[in-house]
């Protein structure tokens, strides 16, 4: 999503595709993505200290910048790839938003066969009964600390908001 190269190159090579985003809860995301660190050896330091200093880099308004993509290509992108909007944005200057079904993990968890029904609509095909949705990749890991999850969820309030205006849709991640 955040890569402007892999949108532009799709846009060449498939101007009228129909493309389906599925969000996460960026602070879910990103505390999976640390312990995929934490599984692959890359990442020794704790999750709190992990993300204070991607937070410091970013204060960097050269690697904040918009059109920086060491923000996100940075082992420690646990909180920038979290920000939605500005990565739909990207696909928004080549994609009518028409071409875009969007919905949110949550969505699809919660109502798995009307979230496929609904994809089955935008993509014009027949829809199906999916009987086993069995889940992949799944890890288990510790609950992350209160405070940190408050922290996040009120630090991601702002790109949030900026996802749910752009989409005309708000996802439940105030908790």
């Known amino acids: 999503m955040w890569n402007p190269l892999a949108a532009k190159r799709i846009s060449k090579i498939l101007p009228n595709v129909k493309l389906i985003t599925l969000f996460r809860n960026p602070v879910d995301r990103a505390y999976s993505n640390y312990y995929l660190g934490i599984r692959a050896g890359s990442e020794n330091l704790s999750f709190e200290d992990a993300i ?6 970013l204060k960097n308004p050269e690697i904040a910048s918009e059109n920086n993509l060491e923000k996100y290509t940075n082992p420690r992108s646990y909180i920038a790839k979290g920000f939605y909007a500005d990565q739909l944005k990207i696909w928004l200057k080549l994609f009518q938003h028409e071409q875009l079904f969007i919905t949110s993990t949550e969505d699809f968890e919660s109502k ?3 979230t496929l029904d609904d994809i089955y609509d935008f993509l014009q ?5 999916v009987i086993n949705l069995e889940k992949y990749k ?3 890991y510790p609950k992350m600390k209160s405070e940190t999850r408050e922290f996040l969820v009120d630090f991601y309030k702002i790109h949030n908001a900026k996802l749910f205006n752009m989409i005309g849709r708000k996802f439940d991640w105030d908790k």
């Open 125 to 129: 095909i027949p829809k199906n009964l």
């Open 52 to 57: 204070q200093v991607e937070l410091t880099s």
């Open 138 to 140: 799944v890890s288990s």
């Open 112 to 114: 798995p066969q009307k």
